[in-house]
């Protein structure tokens, strides 16, 4: 059974056009789930539909045994699909960050002792322990991304959604938060959902879906969505840095695989084909 | 107009810092040449922004703090006429789109400039306004009336630059120019400054965390560290020293990326960080051999 499941959704803002329309998907427990799509195609919209901060105007979306048709279960799916968005300074509230892990717990009732328990885990699941004590303000970037992270765990979702969580970081700061996901994702079997504009954060999921005019455009596994590279670009994407690289180098008559998408492929192409 | 910053220092709590806090500027020295493209990289936290809010006296710059030149202002005479300075020198900030406030297109585009020369008659401003908004690449006739919420994020952004580049600044400073812009929004973007710079504004310097864009962009670039510059020279010089980058936090563009592996297995490539050269190098290395 699915974890998560959209059915013919749509919503619109203004009643006029629709941000998302007839959308249907599906996310199997512990997927990594890259979302593509040029601004404005309704890949924000759909994560805050799916944490059932927006209700859908036609359709529904249930996670695991709750439905967004009925309101009584909004709590129950807010507190299994957790949001981590773009900017870590707007989402860290606290002057100690494990206060600010304690706030989303604490909201939902959770006991005192449990939150400690609970605190202790989030923090170790992104690494950042020692900071226990600290001020987020005193953070760097990618850990205060990576408290953020943890503040969602604390609740214990289901599902993580990444709303371009890195794209404000600098280059080690995204490294820091992107392997913390997959270690989240690969051994505690958090599903992860990551929006993102960044074509090599995309690589590294089990299937990619592109949005276009907040229609399911596209869906298959990352090889497959480059694969076609003029309706990739067609969709607003653009193809990785080093598959861009590789594809000019083809053209010009260098004699290298076809396909290849990460800068580690091209280069062991170029070193083997010589 | 050169930029030259000599022994700058600053730091967040004032003169009278204490002891134990650091300062965010610690004895910067830079000079941007007039005409350069130029990156400033560091990591979070470095420095970076802080520098470049000293370079049309946002942040003032203290007495005993060091020296600032842009071309003929000099920062550190109380007597400078910033007004003029933050003409020659446009600002445009993370998200600028952010900024916008009016209730047309055409509004916000002539604000800085009706602020900048309040001698220009309604007439001169209109003539000036349409100008920038044609520049950056958008349709003047349709958008001028419109709301600038109304537009889409990239749209949003240029009309954000349209407003800066209206007062005619011979340096044009960005901070993260390229952050939340989808692809082809970015390559759009990235291509209007480079017009800019190459008919327009003189001097160009971002700061910014991509490095595949200093790579590609840049002429030369510096690298922030903990208040400090680390390394300055060509962007070719500063991703060379391989050490430098790694240790501010920073990664190889994937031109050097592939650079360094081909070196690894003997294989040494002569170019610069553009991929152009790169393309180059390699055809002609591989292409004679098939």
């Known amino acids: 059974m699915p974890i998560l499941k959209a059915e013919n959704v749509s919503f619109s803002y203004d009643k006029k056009i629709n941000a998302v329309e007839n ?89 005192r002792k449990e939150i400690g328990e609970r605190i202790e885990f989030a923090l170790k699941a992104v690494g950042m322990e020692e900071f226990r004590r600290s001020s987020p303000e005193r953070l760097s970037g990618g850990q205060k991304q990576r408290i953020a992270i943890a503040g969602v765990l604390a609740l214990t979702p289901e599902i993580l959604i990444l709303d371009e969580s890195t794209a404000m970081l600098d280059p080690a700061g995204r490294k820091e938060v992107l392997k913390v996901v997959e270690k989240l994702n690969e051994e505690q079997g958090v599903t992860v959902i990551a929006i993102t504009h960044y074509m090599e954060e995309a690589l590294f999921a089990d299937r990619v879906i592109v949005l276009d005019g907040g229609k399911l455009a596209k869906e298959g596994r990352p090889e497959e969505i480059f694969s076609d590279r003029e309706n990739a670009v067609k969709l607003g994407l653009e193809l990785p840095f080093a598959a861009r690289i590789a594809d000019e180098l083809i053209k010009r008559g260098v004699k290298i695989k076809s396909g290849i998408l990460t800068k580690e492929e091209l280069a062991e192409e170029l070193c083997g084909s010589k | 107009m050169r930029i030259e910053v000599k022994d700058l220092r600053f730091s967040y709590g004032g003169t009278k810092k204490r002891k134990t806090e650091k300062y965010a500027l610690d004895g910067v020295s830079l000079t941007i040449e007039e005409g350069e493209f130029f990156g400033i990289i560091g990591q979070t936290g470095s420095g970076k922004s802080t520098f470049v809010q000293h370079l049309n006296g946002l942040i003032p710059l203290k007495e005993g703090m060091g020296e600032i030149k842009v071309g003929n202002y000099d920062l550190s005479d109380k007597r400078v006429n910033l007004k003029e300075l933050r003409s020659k020198v446009g600002m ?57 919420f109304e537009l889409s994020g990239g749209q949003k952004r240029r009309v954000a630059i349209a407003g800066v580049i209206a007062s005619r600044p011979e340096v044009l400073v960005l901070d993260e120019p390229a952050a939340g812009l989808d692809p082809q929004g970015k390559k759009d973007f990235l291509e209007l400054l480079e017009r800019l710079h190459k008919d327009f ?25 903990d208040g400090k510059i680390i390394k300055r020279g060509t962007t070719e010089e500063v991703f060379a020293d391989r050490e430098c980058i790694f240790k501010s936090g920073l990664d190889l563009p994937v031109v050097e990326y592939l650079k360094e592996k081909l070196a690894e297995k003997g294989e040494k490539i002569a170019c610069g960080t553009k991929i152009s050269e790169f393309l180059d190098a390699v055809t002609q290395r591989w292409g004679g051999k098939t």
């Open chain 1, 23 to 111: 959308f249907s998907f599906s996310v199997e427990k512990g997927e990594y789930v890259a979302v593509l799509g040029r601004n404005g195609s309704g890949k924000s919209t759909l994560a805050k539909l799916f944490n059932a901060l927006l209700i859908p105007d036609k359709g529904k979306i249930t996670v695991g045994e709750f439905s967004s048709d009925d309101k009584k279960s909004l709590f129950e799916i807010r507190k299994r699909v957790g949001v981590v968005f773009q900017n870590p300074d707007n989402q860290l509230i606290a002057s100690i960050v494990e206060d600010d892990i304690a706030f989303g717990p604490e909201n939902v009732g959770v006991p």
């Open chain 2, 92 to 148: 445009v900030f993370q998200y600028p789109e952010y900024q916008l406030f009016a209730e047309t297109v055409e509004e916000d585009v002539a604000f800085g400039v009706k602020n900048f020369f309040p001698e220009k008659s309604a007439e001169e401003i209109k003539d000036v306004v349409k100008t920038a908004i044609e520049l950056v690449g958008l349709d003047y006739p349709a958008l001028k009336d419109k709301s600038p």
């Open chain 2, 201 to 225: 504004v003189r001097t160009v310097v971002i700061v910014s965390h991509d490095m595949d864009l200093v790579a590609e962009y840049c002429d030369g670039a510096a690298v922030f560290k």
